[in-house]
Structure formats: C-alpha cells, structure tokens
C-alpha cells in the first residue's frame, strides 16, 4: 500500500473513534436542514460529516473531498492525487433504536467515477467498532479494541452464500424481481435485512456470501443508493473479496456518473447469486 493510502486509512481510523463517541453520546434528533437527496439531515450526521472534513482537508494528498451530506466538492490541494467520497452516518435514524451504522469512504485518483476508484473503507459501529480496508486486491478487517484497530482477517467470499438481503419496497419491485427473490428464499435462503447497507452488506461479507438488492422499482428507477458514496465504494470491497457487483446488466464500476449525487439499482454477492441476478435482469 503507498503512504499516501496509508495516511488516507489512518486518518480514517482517527475519525472513526470521533464519530463512535459521537454515537455513543450525541443528539440524535433531527437538524433544520436536509441533504442534496432531500433527506432530513440529523444532528448525528452533520457532526461526523464536519470530523471527517476536518481531519481528511489537513492531509497534502488529498486533492478533494466531497460527502453525502453536502451539496458541492470540496478541493483541498489541486496538485494531490486523492479524490475522496464519503457517507459520514449511512443508516443514521438507527441509532435511535440502537442498530448497526457505519461510514463508507471511496478513494478515487484523478476524478469521481467507477473507473478511478482505488480504495474502498468502511466502517461498522455495533457491538463492536470494525473497518473493513479494500485496497491492492486484498480486503482486511480490523477491529478497535481499546484505542487501536487490530488486524482481524483477511475477507474472502464463497461462490455461493445462503443470506439474502432485499432492499426497498417491495409493493414497487417489478414482477420479475419479486420472482427472483421467491425463488433465493425457496431455494433455503435466509433474510437477513436491518435497513442499514453497512452492516447488511458486512454480514454478507464475513459470512461467507449471499445476496443484497437495492433494485430499480417501479417508483424509483434508478434505486436509492448513491454511487460515489455507497455503491461504487462497495462494489469495490466485493470484487476484492471474490464477489461481484452488478446494476443488473452492467458491472457497477462501469456505470458513468454523470452528477455527485447519482444513484443507481445495485446487486452486490457472491459469484453464483451475481449470475442469478443476470439471468433475471438482462
Ligand atoms: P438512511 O441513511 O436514510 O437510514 O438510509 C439507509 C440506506 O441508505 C441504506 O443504508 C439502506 O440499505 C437503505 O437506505 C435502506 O432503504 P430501504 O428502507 O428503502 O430498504
């Protein structure tokens, strides 16, 4: 790994502990304001947003920043290397009733798209506080315990999993959809969904595979989850770790983004779900 990516995951890793206290003893009521998306933005959000501006504008690699929460990019160094997207709370209104959250972070060198991501983290607070580094091939977890995090393992899936988790609603999904899912779930998978894509994709990973959906629906064409910050940064750790990610049709990290905000129908899984998937959507 090159010590610029270093610097990136360490820093990385400080925001981390910030935001678990933040988790931990903030105010998890609602701000005034709402995210590009349209999303009431809470307080929780907001002040892991600003930790996580905070630490990465001091690094000299960094070339710009830009986080779900926030409407623009933000340049930092025009002759740096690192473009870096980030969802600083992705799940935030369950920490309200105490489940997983996590943060996601996407490395892009030169611009924000598919193509260009290099390095993918995330970072699942529950129980315990877990970063998952997706970088030179190679996915590791690691776990903070007590002020460091340690190396756990190495991340790699089966071809086939038996864990299912199907996002958005299902009175939306077209029919050939709602198909496929009944047959995974006839077929003795099991379902495993929380409403938060880091700890659902995360029990996927580290239980050896499956399949999460966000599809197109009949309301929302192009799915809900966001490119830059969830989807390609994803699509990244599941490549590394022996899966696939699919839109559908199209590998993920081949899809243009056209805006920061862009949102696209997403299948992340093991080989044999991913092939499944093809069959049904192409
Ligand atoms: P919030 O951040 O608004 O809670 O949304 C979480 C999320 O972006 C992602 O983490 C989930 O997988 C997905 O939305 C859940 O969406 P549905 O409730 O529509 O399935």
Known sequence: MNKDIQLIINTIKICSIKIKHIIEKGDTTKSDSQNSTGDTQLKLDIQSDIVIQNELSKLKCVRSIVSEEQDEIININQNATYNIAYDPLDGSSLVD????????????????????????????????????????????????????????????????????APGSTQAMWYPHHKQMIDDFFTDGYRLRYSGGMVPDLHQILLKGGGLFSYPATKDLTKGKLRQLFEVFPFALVFKFA??????????????NTTHIHDTTACFFGSLQEIKKVYEVWS
């Open 97 to 164: 009733v105490n489940l997983s959250v996590g943060s996601i972070y996407g490395i892009y060198q030169y611009s924000y798209s598919g193509k260009n991501i290099v390095g993918a983290v995330y970072v699942v607070f529950g129980p315990r506080v877990e970063m998952v580094v997706a970088i030179d091939k190679q996915v590791k977890l690691y776990r903070l315990l007590d002020h460091s995090f340690e190396y756990i393992q190495d991340i790699h899936l089966q071809t086939k999993g038996n864990i299912l």
């Open 242 to 255: 022996g899966g696939d990610a699919i839109d559908g049709e199209h590998k993920l990290l081949d899809i």
